[in-house]
């Protein structure tokens, strides 16, 4: 043994140069020596400690997150939501009332305009000339009656003395009344004239907004019929016709007269809020001003109106609009997020979370929507904490896994990642494997040869015994 004073290299090496008779002893000695080296290795590591920092103790995951809302009750007001169309207020067809040819038009298409501003010019020549002529008519009539009076005041003293018979001085009378006529009738000419010569210069109705020309110049309009030339419309306010159906208002007064509901008070009673088209809702509330008597036969529907104010004028009319209308009011009723519902073909389900963080799916009947929130009408009570935020996360994890209640928030910024699933993880007693490995236990190591391998299947049990 004096000849092997320095230490060799490997223990294997080693025992290769040793003799047959000793290669077998000393080949043993190295295989005891490398299990006890990996002993010591995974007991030292399970040793260490297994809990992250911040994590629950005992190396667990920590539990996922999920945002809850907790049951309370208030009262809710009965929010419908009708289709609608909006009109303007006043609208005003433009028509030739003077027969001729349009020499210019005074108006830029789809401008406001006042009331009595000019907007089309009409040849008035024919006019102007039927005015002069009834003006010379009523100049000639009145000639005339100068010229009877003065007979008949002549004839006045003379039939009193008998110089003239009295059928004279009546015939004189006659034709002082008839030329008085005729001085009327002309009057009623030169007026009828101007009127006509009026009609050449076309002006506004109202005031409003102004469409587009439907003649141009050089068209011969008014010509046996009232051709019409533009059309103004007010959109200052705006009406809004929607309509309801008749069941649906005959169950509302109904629920109303057997106290289920409460009839809706204060301004929001005759209030109306308009949705726009891409679901954006219209700054500036309306009022309703009358829900029609009459039902439509043809659609069974009930028409109301509501004004809307409009000052910068983007509500047109024939827009297709959906009102919000505060019918009715529910007290001590319970009003949830609607992503807090899902809808199966069983009915309405949410997910309560109970006081030890387990999810239990329970079914609800909801009613009207408002605010982005559903009416519960059953299946729920108030403390309760129903689950709004979180879905996503859940379905990567395994059925029956606890979670953690948290307020949710509607501005809420996007959810976190999910947590890691925990059939991912190693066992507490497992070397945890590298991050690039994620999917291969810690035993997956290159194979050792085959008189190490049967020493390795007993490692376990080893490290649990130290």
Not at 248 to 269: D, H, I
């Amino acid at each position: 043994m004096s000849g092997f004073s320095r230490p060799p290299q490997t223990a294997l090496s080693f025992a290769v140069a040793l003799p047959p008779a000793r290669r077998f002893f000393h080949t043993g000695a190295a295989v005891s020596a490398v299990v006890a080296a990996l002993l010591l290795a995974g007991c030292g590591k399970t040793e260490a400690p297994t809990a992250g920092p911040g994590g629950p103790p005992g190396g667990k995951m920590p539990l996922p997150e999920v945002g809850v809302v907790t049951v309370s009750l208030g009262d809710v007001g009965l929010v419908t939501e009708l289709p609608g169309r909006v009109e303007a207020s006043r609208v005003a067809q433009v028509r030739a009332r003077a027969a001729g040819i349009v020499q210019k038009r005074l108006f830029t298409e789809g401008s406001d305009v006042k009331q009595g501003q000019l907007l089309l010019a009409i040849d008035a020549a024919p006019y102007q000339a039927a005015l002069q002529t009834a003006q010379a008519q009523l100049a000639r009539a009145q000639a005339n009656l100068g010229q009877a009076t003065a007979l008949a005041q002549r004839y006045q003293p003379l039939v009193e003395a008998q110089a003239v018979s009295r059928q004279e001085y009546a015939n004189a009378v006659a034709a002082q009344q008839q030329a008085q006529a005729d001085v009327a009738a002309g009057k009623a000419a030169v007026q009828t004239a101007q009127i006509n010569l009026g009609y050449t210069s076309v002006t506004a109705p109202i005031s409003g907004r102004i469409g587009r020309a439907l003649v141009t110049e050089g068209a011969l309009v008014g010509q046996g019929e009232s051709t019409p030339l533009a059309v103004i419309q007010q959109i200052q306010p705006v009406y809004v016709n929607f309509t309801q159906s008749a069941a649906e208002v005959m169950k509302l007064r109904r629920a109303l007269e057997s106290g289920q509901l409460q009839r809706a008070a204060g301004k929001e009673a005759a209030s109306v809020r308009v949705v726009l088209e891409d679901g954006s809702e219209y700054p500036l509330s309306g009022k309703l001003l009358f829900s029609d008597l009459t039902v439509d036969a043809s659609t069974g529907q009930i028409t109301l109106r509501a004004e809307v104010p409009n000052p910068k004028g983007e509500l047109l009319p024939g827009l297709y609009v959906r009102v919000r209308l505060e019918q009715a009011q529910v007290s001590d009723a319970i009003s949830i997020p609607q992503q807090a519902v899902t809808r199966t073909q069983q009915g309405d389900k949410v997910t309560i979370v109970t006081a030890d963080g387990k999810l239990v799916p329970r079914m609800v009947k909801v009613g009207a929507a408002r605010n982005n929130q559903w009416l519960v009408l059953e299946g729920l009570k108030a403390g309760e904490q129903v689950m709004v935020d979180g879905f996503q996360k859940l379905q990567m994890l395994p059925p029956g896994t606890p979670v953690k209640a948290v307020p949710w928030q509607a501005n809420a910024s996007a959810p976190a990642a999910p947590a890691p699933a925990p059939e991912k993880t190693a066992s507490p007693t497992a070397e945890p494997a590298p991050a690039a490995s994620t999917d291969k236990p810690a035993s997956s190591a290159p194979a050792a040869p085959a008189s190490s391998t049967k020493a390795d299947s007993t490692a376990p049990a080893s490290a649990a015994q130290h």
